[in-house]
């Protein structure tokens, strides 16, 4: 018995400030708001009349204008959005990068400098380039279509009640386009030589060599960026609060959980919050279950 | 022996890790010191604060401490606030704006009534009735307004209007909808500027005041007005009116934005609270002309910034001294002279003020007092917060009735 905690003793003496801070500020705090999200403090007074599932509830069902499921329509759209431009931009990169242009060094950075920029940063000059002005008042993107002549590329961008939110997922893509590239390119890095070569002596052509040979060694690249831009993009706030502050056009939860938190609204905050960290959990999950698969077979 | 040293050593580096969590602020708990808490840092604000600091420090023994939260039009210092009462660790007088936005912090007992001392510093005769109406809930008054502002104010561009042939000011709806006409027909596609989500929900507030009076607008927020009822719906059809002729991208321009469709002569008027001249003159505009908004009559709606005193603060005699001084004639005038705002006593001398502000006190004594929702005085910040959303949605996509009902749900939230 000794012997063991000599063995694992240390080891987990070491971890235990790590693990007891994520203890409680993490799965504490998280228990604690699923606790609140159950309770009735809708305002700043305390009272912890525990009233089950009914604030997850009425967001379905009770909400003035339906303004939950509309967050969610939103968040979806732009997620949706987001992620298609990002994953189709990020392979035809590193597909013309993994081709052997000349400079790819400075390609490489071209791309992948927008990721250094915070969504603050570039939301606020998005919001100037997508101006809805048109015409006479066209500013930004407008303003250049303008002058360009191409006045039928004009459009009314975020502002759109339909399909705003398609316009808020450009700056989005620009900025981790760049990124998913560098993830495909280090894929296409990985694979061995030989897996061409072999191609290549068995009479494939290029066609068929990123079709049968190459491209089926990306899928578990393909499945990380997935993953890890569709969490971020569960999570999206700064990039819209800073292109269009929080309004009802194009408000997703994290925007309303913003929103009913500074009215005091505790409650419905935490119950927001809670199925905010199930979606991202829904995208996570099955991916950690597997990676974990993986790394126990090998 | 070495397995006993490995786990010293890792003993030593869990507790030094451990250790920056149990720091912690020793309180300045000092008798003599009175801690301020605002968003007026800069500006007209921080100097309308300074001169009512110099009023402070003559009236009293206390020493001020300035506990300002700049940024995001005092979005940051709510949470701040908000963080420290649930501490139990509040100011010894907080900022807020004075109305039903307080009722947060009365149904949770977080700031005291302040009815006997309003008595004893005689504010029950300075300060007109309407106003001390408003500030009461069952009876009893919890904060001191430092300052009113006007927010159904009409601006108009003297040169637009004299342009398209408009010489006489409107005073109704129907003459504003007339002359809405005709600057149209003069070729001015938006003759009705106006900005976002709040902007428009003080548009709404003003058309109301029109169509339900005084006393019925003032009723949709205490629940006395049915929201439902066919009056509203005229009111709301008169809105939507409005609307149609604004500009259409609205829901991206801030106030400041939308008053320099204004100052460009891009429209005719602009609705906007009495702080937009400070703006206008800060941008080089002079020639702008102001009305109450047509079919208010002398109804004056108001927002004023008050303070409180806490429950539980550590110095509460110094705290009554910064309310008294609040209050007090001085106070006032020092406060907003500078601000641009006018006193809520009723007792001053107008000359000491600039044109605008002349009129407006004037207004202010002889008028019918009722509060504003969109800047919290009528209501409720949760119900603020969720007309704002539903004003937000309206404005993209004009359902006139989706509008009312939730504006009937919003003004039923905060009043359980």
Same mark, same amino acid.
């Given at each position: 018995? #000794?012997?063991?905690?000599?063995?694992?003793?240390?080891?987990? &003496? *070491?971890?235990?400030?790590? +693990?007891? $801070? %994520?203890?409680? !500020?993490?799965?504490?705090?998280?228990?604690?708001?699923?606790?609140?999200?159950?309770?009735?403090?809708?305002?700043?007074?305390?009272?912890?009349?525990?009233?089950?599932?009914?604030?997850?509830?009425?967001?379905?069902?009770?909400?003035?204008?339906?303004?939950?499921?509309?967050? #969610?329509?939103?968040?979806?759209?732009?997620?949706?959005?987001? &992620? *298609?431009?990002?994953?189709? +931009?990020? $392979? %035809?990169?590193? !597909?013309?990068?993994?081709?052997?242009?000349?400079?790819?060094?400075?390609?490489?950075?071209?791309?992948?400098?927008?990721?250094?920029?915070?969504?603050?940063?570039?939301?606020?000059?998005?919001?100037?380039?997508?101006?809805?002005?048109?015409?006479?008042?066209?500013?930004?993107?407008?303003?250049?279509?303008?002058?360009?002549?191409?006045?039928? &590329?004009?459009?009314?961008?975020?502002?759109?009640?339909?399909?705003?939110?398609?316009?808020?997922?450009?700056?989005?893509?620009?900025?981790?386009?760049?990124?998913?590239?560098?993830?495909?390119?280090?894929?296409?890095?990985?694979?061995?030589?030989?897996?061409?070569?072999?191609?290549?002596?068995?009479?494939?052509?290029?066609?068929?060599?990123?079709?049968?040979?190459?491209?089926?060694?990306?899928?578990?690249?393909? &499945?990380?960026?997935?993953?890890?831009?569709?969490?971020?993009?569960?999570?999206?706030?700064?990039?819209?609060?800073?292109?269009?502050?929080?309004?009802?056009?194009?408000?997703?939860?994290?925007?309303?959980?913003?929103?009913?938190?500074?009215?005091?609204?505790?409650?419905?905050?935490?119950?927001?919050?809670?199925?905010?960290?199930?979606?991202?959990?829904?995208?996570?999950?099955?991916?950690?279950?597997?990676?974990?698969?993986?790394?126990?077979?090998? | 022996?070495?397995?006993?040293?490995?786990?010293?050593?890792?003993?030593?580096?869990?507790?030094?890790?451990?250790?920056?969590?149990?720091?912690?602020?020793?309180?300045?708990?000092?008798?003599?010191?009175?801690?301020?808490?605002?968003?007026?840092?800069?500006?007209?604000?921080?100097?309308?604060?300074?001169?009512?600091?110099?009023?402070?420090?003559?009236?009293?023994?206390?020493?001020?401490?300035?506990?300002?939260?700049?940024?995001?039009?005092?979005?940051?210092?709510?949470?701040?606030?908000?963080?420290?009462?649930?501490?139990?660790?509040?100011?010894?007088?907080?900022?807020?704006?004075?109305?039903?936005?307080?009722?947060?912090?009365?149904?949770?007992?977080?700031?005291?009534?302040?009815?006997?001392?309003?008595?004893?510093?005689?504010?029950?005769?300075?300060?007109?009735?309407?106003?001390?109406?408003?500030?009461?809930?069952?009876?009893?008054?919890?904060?001191?307004?430092?300052?009113?502002?006007?927010?159904?104010?009409?601006?108009?561009?003297?040169?637009?209007?004299?342009?398209?042939?408009?010489?006489?000011?409107?005073?109704?709806?129907?003459?504003?909808?007339?002359?809405?006409?005709?600057?149209?027909?003069?070729?001015?596609?938006?003759?009705?500027?106006?900005?976002?989500?709040?902007?428009?929900?003080?548009?709404?507030?003003?058309?109301?005041?029109?169509?339900?009076?005084?006393?019925?607008?003032?009723?949709?927020?205490?629940?006395?007005?049915?929201?439902?009822?066919?009056?509203?719906?005229?009111?709301?059809?008169?809105?939507?009116?409005?609307?149609?002729?604004?500009?259409?991208?609205?829901?991206?321009?801030?106030?400041?934005?939308?008053?320099?469709?204004?100052?460009?002569?891009?429209?005719?008027?602009?609705?906007?609270?009495?702080?937009?001249?400070?703006?206008?003159?800060?941008?080089?505009?002079?020639?702008?002309?102001?009305?109450?908004?047509?079919?208010?009559?002398?109804?004056?709606?108001?927002?004023?910034?008050?303070?409180?005193?806490?429950?539980?603060?550590?110095?509460?005699?110094?705290?009554?001294?910064?309310?008294?001084?609040?209050?007090?004639?001085?106070?006032?005038?020092?406060?907003?002279?500078?601000?641009?705002?006018?006193?809520?006593?009723?007792?001053?001398?107008?000359?000491?003020?600039?044109?605008?502000?002349?009129?407006?006190?004037?207004?202010?004594?002889?008028?019918?007092?009722?509060?504003?929702?969109?800047?919290?005085?009528?209501?409720?910040?949760?119900?603020?917060?969720?007309?704002?959303?539903?004003?937000?949605?309206?404005?993209?996509?004009?359902?006139?009735?989706?509008?009312?009902?939730?504006?009937?749900?919003?003004?039923?939230?905060?009043?359980?």
């Amino acid at each position: 018995m #000794l012997t063991r905690v000599r063995r694992w003793g240390p080891g987990l &003496l *070491l971890i235990s400030p790590s +693990l007891l $801070l %994520l203890g409680v !500020f993490v799965y504490g705090l998280i228990g604690w708001t699923i606790k609140v999200s159950m309770s009735d403090r809708h305002s700043a007074a305390e009272s912890d009349g525990f009233v089950g599932l009914s604030n997850y509830v009425d967001l379905f069902t009770n909400d003035i204008n339906g303004r939950f499921l509309h967050s #969610l329509r939103n968040l979806l759209i732009f997620t949706v959005v987001f &992620l *298609l431009g990002t994953m189709l +931009l990020g $392979l %035809l990169w590193a !597909f013309l990068l993994e081709r052997g242009v000349r400079a790819e060094g400075l390609f490489r950075t071209v791309y992948l400098f927008p990721m250094a920029v915070s969504f603050v940063a570039s939301g606020v000059v998005w919001r100037w380039l997508m101006n809805s002005g048109q015409g006479d008042d066209a500013g930004g993107l407008n303003a250049i279509f303008g002058q360009l002549n191409l006045d039928f &590329l004009q459009n009314s961008w975020w502002t759109d009640p339909e399909w705003g939110m398609v316009a808020m997922a450009v700056p989005a893509i620009w900025q981790l386009s760049g990124y998913v590239m560098a993830l495909f390119l280090a894929g296409f890095r990985g694979i061995p030589a030989e897996l061409r070569e072999a191609a290549a002596v068995d009479g494939a052509s290029t066609f068929q060599l990123y079709r049968r040979v190459l491209f089926p060694q990306l899928t578990p690249v393909a &499945l990380s960026a997935l993953i890890i831009v569709g969490h971020m993009s569960m999570k999206m706030f700064d990039l819209i609060m800073s292109v269009s502050g929080a309004q009802w056009l194009t408000e997703v939860p994290a925007v309303y959980v913003w929103q009913t938190l500074l009215t005091s609204d505790y409650a419905k905050a935490s119950a927001i919050s809670v199925i905010l960290l199930l979606l991202v959990a829904l995208v996570i999950v099955p991916y950690l279950v597997q990676t974990m698969r993986t790394e126990r077979r090998s | 022996m070495g397995k006993m040293r490995r786990a010293a050593v890792a003993a030593v580096g869990a507790l030094a890790l451990l250790s920056p969590a149990a720091c912690g602020g020793a309180d300045s708990g000092a008798d003599q010191e009175v801690e301020v808490f605002t968003w007026w840092a800069d500006g007209g604000e921080k100097a309308g604060l300074d001169g009512l600091v110099a009023a402070f420090d003559e009236q009293c023994d206390y020493s001020f401490v300035n506990g300002a939260v700049a940024g995001g039009a005092g979005s940051n210092a709510k949470q701040v606030l908000a963080s420290r009462l649930q501490q139990g660790d509040a100011p010894d007088t907080f900022q807020a704006h004075a109305g039903a936005a307080l009722s947060d912090y009365i149904a949770a007992g977080q700031i005291e009534d302040l009815s006997d001392l309003y008595e004893e510093w005689g504010l029950t005769e300075a300060l007109p009735p309407g106003l001390i109406d408003n500030l009461s809930v069952d009876g009893k008054v919890y904060s001191v307004p430092a300052n009113i502002h006007r927010s159904n104010v009409l601006w108009t561009n003297k040169a637009v209007l004299a342009d398209a042939g408009i010489t006489a000011e409107p005073t109704t709806l129907a003459e504003l909808f007339a002359a809405l006409d005709t600057l149209k027909s003069a070729g001015i596609g938006a003759p009705l500027a106006i900005g976002k989500d709040w902007s428009q929900l003080m548009l709404l507030e003003a058309v109301m005041i029109s169509d339900l009076g005084p006393e019925g607008f003032t009723g949709l927020w205490t629940g006395a007005t049915d929201w439902n009822s066919p009056e509203v719906t005229q009111g709301l059809e008169n809105y939507k009116r409005l609307l149609s002729y604004t500009n259409g991208d609205r829901d991206t321009y801030d106030w400041t934005d939308a008053g320099k469709l204004l100052m460009d002569g891009k429209a005719g008027f602009f609705l906007m609270g009495d702080w937009a001249p400070g703006d206008f003159e800060t941008k080089g505009f002079t020639d702008f002309g102001y009305i109450a908004f047509p079919g208010n009559g002398d109804t004056f709606q108001w927002l004023a910034d008050s303070f409180v005193l806490p429950q539980g603060v550590d110095n509460p005699e110094g705290t009554k001294c910064w309310l008294k001084t609040v209050g007090s004639a001085e106070g006032q005038q020092a406060f907003n002279i500078k601000k641009g705002s006018i006193p809520a006593r009723t007792d001053v001398t107008e000359a000491d003020y600039p044109a605008y502000q002349q009129s407006a006190i004037q207004a202010w004594k002889t008028g019918t007092q009722v509060p504003s929702c969109a800047h919290g005085a009528a209501c409720s910040q949760g119900a603020m917060e969720a007309a704002n959303s539903a004003i937000g949605k309206f404005s993209s996509d004009q359902d006139l009735a989706g509008l009312q009902k939730a504006m009937s749900a919003a003004a039923a939230l905060g009043k359980n």
